[in-house]
Structure formats: C-alpha cells, structure tokens
C-alpha cells in the first residue's frame, strides 16, 4: 500500500524549509522513525524521520530545493499487501511444524523476554523541554561518565538555556552506557543526550515469559518468521558510502550542505562558503572548516591574486547561550516595538537622607536599602495610576491584556550578559520587603543560580546604570511589556541629588502625553514621599 508522506509542520511560523540533504533513495528499505531528509528552516537545521517502515518507491524533492509544509515529499511502499503472504508461508506447509522437535520452539521462545530483563532494559534519554518557547541549550558540564552508577532524579549535566543554567534530572535508576554529548555542545530538545541500562524495568520485562511457554509448536515457525523480518531491510540495504552519493549527485553547483550557525560564522568571517572544502563524509562544511578556511586566506593574503575577504587576524569565541538569547529578544524588541524614550531630572536630596536614616533598621532584617528598592516601590505604585503600562498587546487579535498584578524586572549585568529577574507582586511588599528581593537576586546572580522562574512573567522593567555611570540612555523595552525606566547617576546640581530617568515606551499603545505624565508622577513621588500615600 502506498503511502504518500508530506512535509509536516516545521514549528510555530514556519511556513517552508530548504532542503540540505535527502538521505535515501528511491527502492531503499527504511524503518519507521528513520531519517529521510535534512532540512534548514527558521534558522535551525532538522532531520525529518518516516513515519512508518517500507520502501521508498518515489522521492518528489532533491537537496536545494525550497518546499513547503504539507507538500509531497516522498512516496512509500509500506508493505501492507506484503504481510499477507509472510504468513501464508507456513499455511501451506502444515508437515513442518510437526516435524520440529517439541523442545525447540520451548527453547527460542523465552529468549526474546531474557535480553531485556537483564538489567532492567536500554533507556535511550533525550533532552526533555527545557521551557516555553526553549528549543536549544548549550552543555555547561557533564556530571556523570560511562559506567557511573545513578539514580533516579540524580543530576546527570547541567545546561544553559534561556539566560538560565538548570540540572537535568536522570529518568531512571541505572548504568551509564554511553554518553553522547559534552561539555561546550549546543544541543536541542530531543537530542539523545545518554543511554542508560535501567535497573528498574527488569520485573516488566520478564512478563511475557510464562505466557510463550503453552504456545502450540505450529505458531513457532510464525516467531520465527517474525524474528527474522527485521534482518530483512539490514540486508538488502545498501552500504552508507554508496547510500550518500546519489544525493551529492542531485545537489546543484551552487547548493552548500552546511548548518545556519556554520553559515552565519562564515558572512560574520567575510568567507565565501561556496569556496569552503568540506572535511566530512557526505560534504557537509564544519564550523571547522571555515576557520581553517579563513586562517588559510588570511596567511596566504588571498592567494593567486585574489583579494583577502577577511582584513586581518579575527579571533573567533563561541556565543555564551545568555549572549544568544538577547541577541535575538533584543532584536526582536528593536523591530517590533516603535520606540519612544523621555527623560527628566528628580531630586532625590530629601529621599536618599530619608533612605541613609533608615537604613539600619532594613540591616536589622537582613536587607540593603537602596535607591532600587524605592524606586521599585514607586513604579508599582505609579503603574496601578496608568494601567496600560502595565499591559501588553496581542496583534493578532487587536487586543490590549491589563494586567492586574505587578512584578517588576530588574535588569542586571552579568559577566554571563544581560539577565532580568523578576520581583513578584511588588505593589504588595513594603521597602523593606523589596530591599530583601534584591538581596535575594544579587546572591543568585553571583552564584549563578538563576532559574528560568526568576526571570518569567515580568510587567515593567528598570534598568540602573548608576552603579556603573553616565546619565541619560535610550532603554529598550523588553517585550512583550510597553515601557522601561532607565536610571543614571546622580549628580550634584545647585546643592541637590539630582538622578536623571529615561522612560522608554511603545507608541503602538502609549502616547507622548501619557509618557509624560507618567515620568512626572514618577519625579514628584521620589520628590515627595508622601505621594505615595495618597496616590500609590
């Protein structure tokens, strides 16, 4: 029965994928869950599996090709009018199975059931779902080795994803038998990380045996029968060498087998990739070989006349994960959010000696009283005054989502990159409260020990520089909130603490006069304490 197999959806937007690789060819036996194309789409490249064993009897793409999800890809013959027969083998041959000793289908029956029971069975542990919209993690450490006994829940590598670093529980109690990545790879959900022989599966697996025992001796040719339908395709399949040159064959001149980060290593390096040498089998280009690439052109000063692409010694560093998710929330933010950004001056001069007053009491309770702090208290206060910044829009609906809760994130720079952290229902919590928050971020922070969880759900972000220096800048909102306040240093102006502010804010839902207005009632509540009382 023929079987026609469509590209199946991609992910969350992608609409198409270009082809990289097909990795079978037209009469070839395949196995359900083997792979049968590479495909690059939104920027990540993917290996598409079959979804049910057969043979290939028509492939409808070849590698260059752009196709779109729920276009014809292939054609597979899965073998369904093929059974009938395989059974029908042994109906027509009645005299063998009483001609067989009775032991012998006694003694092949229980094999299957032994092999698994023996420690318990082979666990093949991928990647589980590091979290919402998370698809890739970069390995900080492995903890275990082939050979370590674990147990379950035992922390078997810890991973950093999503500006966050977090341990990935093992599964199952048992052995490692092979460990399949490393400390510095870049892997993605699904990626089979460890294969563990499991000391908890044994009970289950020697279930069946009893039940093959008081099979009759006729149904014994069938098991075997059954046994051997596997070998079949291994057979008849042809070697891997000769499997991969058709598809170098199909590939166009023009058409380079290479990942989305290796492509992006190369325009960064100035490198025409077309003119990389592949180095492993099936011409696929390494990141490795655009560097040797680039070295070569820099040492030779482009050879034969050629200009040099590259302008001298480039020393290339691996992008942290932290560093990659803000590139692309960051550039997300930029494009998508027309930004606005006000300033003005607020005297803290009475605010900081109240602070500087009262900061033995917040010690006595095991918390720092800063400018922070207070200016956290009065941006809650000042965002239950004008709800839509604190709301969020859903463009697909044309809707506005006000948020009846305020948590607000504090940006901090990291020797990892940017991270926010969120303090949750902060409206709720006096100064002192908030005071201990901070404390709280700053030790996760140093001992890098941030969660994805401290960083989530955010509605408002301050950014404070003053620590570091200068006075206005031009925050960026981070999405999906509408506005961010940016603090500078406080100078000394005329005998006061003047502290200058940048509000940043999205023009698709907040007007100048309400930024304005907002950034006033910001300067007179730190001016005036009492504000806060009356209309915070």
Same mark, same amino acid.
Request: hydrophobic fraction near 40%.
């Given at each position: 029965m023929a079987l026609e197999f469509k590209l199946p959806e991609l992910g969350e937007n992608i609409e198409s994928g270009d082809v990289i690789s097909v990795l079978v060819e037209v009469g070839e036996a395949v196995t359900e869950g083997q792979s049968l194309i590479e495909i690059e789409a939104g920027k990540a490249s993917m290996e598409i599996p079959a979804p049910a064993a057969g043979t290939i009897s028509e492939i409808h793409v070849a590698a260059g090709d752009t196709v779109e999800v729920g276009q014809l890809a292939f054609t597979i013959d899965d073998g369904g009018a093929a059974a009938p027969a395989a059974e029908e083998a042994p109906a027509e041959e009645p005299e063998a199975p009483a001609a067989e000793p009775e032991p012998a289908p006694a003694e092949e029956a229980p094999a299957p059931a032994v092999a698994p029971a023996g420690g318990g069975g082979t666990v093949e542990f991928a990647l589980p779902d590091l979290g919402e919209n998370i698809e890739s993690g970069d390995i900080i450490s492995v903890l275990v080795g082939e050979g370590d006994t674990v147990e379950e829940g035992q922390s078997l590598l810890e991973i950093e994803a999503g500006k966050a670093s977090m341990e990935i529980p093992a599964p199952t109690a048992g052995v490692i038998k092979a460990v399949h990545v490393a400390q510095g790879d870049t892997v993605n959900v699904g990626t089979l990380a460890f294969t563990i022989e499991s000391s908890v599966a044994a009970a289950p697996a020697t279930a069946p045996a009893p039940e093959a025992k008081p099979k009759p001796a006729p149904e014994a040719p069938a098991q075997k029968a059954a046994a051997r339908e596997p070998e079949q395709p291994v057979v008849v399949r042809p070697p891997e060498p000769k499997k991969l040159e058709p598809v170098q064959h199909k590939r166009p001149e023009n058409a380079v087998s290479a990942a989305p980060n290796v492509r992006r290593l190369a325009r960064e390096l100035g490198v025409d990739i077309h003119q990389v040498t592949p180095s492993r089998e099936g011409g696929r280009i390494s990141m490795e070989d655009v560097k040797n690439f680039a070295k070569g052109t820099i040492e030779s000063g482009g050879g034969s006349g050629k200009k040099s692409s590259v302008q001298g010694a480039t020393r290339v560093e691996k992008m942290s994960g932290i560093r990659k998710a803000t590139m692309n929330h960051m550039t997300h933010c930029w494009t998508t959010i027309p930004h606005?950004?006000?300033?003005?001056?607020?005297?803290?001069?009475?605010?900081?000696?109240?602070?500087?007053? /009262?900061?033995?009491?917040?010690?006595?309770?095991?918390?720092?009283?800063?400018?922070? =702090?207070?200016?956290?208290?009065?941006?809650?206060? =000042?965002?239950?005054? /004008?709800? %839509?910044? %604190?709301? #969020?829009?859903?463009?697909? &609906?044309?809707?506005?989502?006000?948020?009846?809760?305020?948590?607000?994130?504090?940006?901090?720079?990291?020797?990892?990159?940017?991270?926010?952290?969120?303090?949750?229902?902060?409206?709720?919590? %006096? $100064?002192?409260?908030? =005071? +201990? @928050?901070?404390? #709280?971020?700053?030790?996760?922070? *140093?001992?890098?020990? $941030?969660?994805?969880? @401290? $960083?989530?759900?955010?509605?408002?972000?301050? #950014? &404070?520089?003053?620590?570091?220096?200068?006075?206005? /800048?031009?925050?960026?909102? %981070?999405?999906?909130?509408?506005?961010?306040?940016?603090?500078?240093? =406080?100078?000394? +102006?005329?005998?006061?603490? $003047?502290?200058?502010?940048?509000?940043?804010?999205?023009?698709?839902?907040?007007?100048?006069?309400?930024?304005? *207005? /907002?950034?006033?009632?910001?300067?007179?509540?730190?001016? !005036?304490?009492?504000?806060?009382?009356? !209309?915070?």
């Amino acid at each position: 029965m023929a079987l026609e197999f469509k590209l199946p959806e991609l992910g969350e937007n992608i609409e198409s994928g270009d082809v990289i690789s097909v990795l079978v060819e037209v009469g070839e036996a395949v196995t359900e869950g083997q792979s049968l194309i590479e495909i690059e789409a939104g920027k990540a490249s993917m290996e598409i599996p079959a979804p049910a064993a057969g043979t290939i009897s028509e492939i409808h793409v070849a590698a260059g090709d752009t196709v779109e999800v729920g276009q014809l890809a292939f054609t597979i013959d899965d073998g369904g009018a093929a059974a009938p027969a395989a059974e029908e083998a042994p109906a027509e041959e009645p005299e063998a199975p009483a001609a067989e000793p009775e032991p012998a289908p006694a003694e092949e029956a229980p094999a299957p059931a032994v092999a698994p029971a023996g420690g318990g069975g082979t666990v093949e542990f991928a990647l589980p779902d590091l979290g919402e919209n998370i698809e890739s993690g970069d390995i900080i450490s492995v903890l275990v080795g082939e050979g370590d006994t674990v147990e379950e829940g035992q922390s078997l590598l810890e991973i950093e994803a999503g500006k966050a670093s977090m341990e990935i529980p093992a599964p199952t109690a048992g052995v490692i038998k092979a460990v399949h990545v490393a400390q510095g790879d870049t892997v993605n959900v699904g990626t089979l990380a460890f294969t563990i022989e499991s000391s908890v599966a044994a009970a289950p697996a020697t279930a069946p045996a009893p039940e093959a025992k008081p099979k009759p001796a006729p149904e014994a040719p069938a098991q075997k029968a059954a046994a051997r339908e596997p070998e079949q395709p291994v057979v008849v399949r042809p070697p891997e060498p000769k499997k991969l040159e058709p598809v170098q064959h199909k590939r166009p001149e023009n058409a380079v087998s290479a990942a989305p980060n290796v492509r992006r290593l190369a325009r960064e390096l100035g490198v025409d990739i077309h003119q990389v040498t592949p180095s492993r089998e099936g011409g696929r280009i390494s990141m490795e070989d655009v560097k040797n690439f680039a070295k070569g052109t820099i040492e030779s000063g482009g050879g034969s006349g050629k200009k040099s692409s590259v302008q001298g010694a480039t020393r290339v560093e691996k992008m942290s994960g932290i560093r990659k998710a803000t590139m692309n929330h960051m550039t997300h933010c930029w494009t998508t959010i027309p930004h606005v950004t006000q300033q003005d001056w607020a005297d803290i001069t009475h605010i900081d000696e109240l602070r500087k007053k /009262f900061a033995k009491k917040a010690e006595v309770h095991g918390a720092k009283l800063t400018v922070t =702090a207070i200016l956290v208290k009065v941006v809650a206060s =000042a965002l239950k005054a /004008f709800p %839509n910044f %604190n709301c #969020s829009i859903d463009t697909d &609906n044309a809707e506005i989502i006000y948020k009846d809760f305020y948590n607000i994130g504090i940006a901090v720079d990291t020797d990892k990159g940017l991270m926010v952290p969120v303090i949750r229902d902060a409206d709720q919590k %006096n $100064m002192i409260e908030l =005071a +201990q @928050d901070l404390g #709280s971020i700053a030790q996760k922070t *140093r001992e890098g020990k $941030m969660g994805l969880e @401290d $960083m989530q759900g955010g509605t408002f972000t301050i #950014s &404070n520089l003053g620590g570091i220096g200068g006075t206005f /800048f031009t925050p960026i909102v %981070n999405s999906p909130e509408v506005a961010i306040l940016g603090v500078g240093r =406080a100078v000394k +102006q005329d005998g006061k603490m $003047m502290m200058p502010l940048s509000l940043s804010y999205d023009h698709r839902i907040i007007d100048g006069a309400d930024g304005a *207005r /907002f950034i006033r009632w910001i300067v007179d509540a730190l001016e !005036e304490p009492l504000l806060l009382a009356l !209309e915070g």
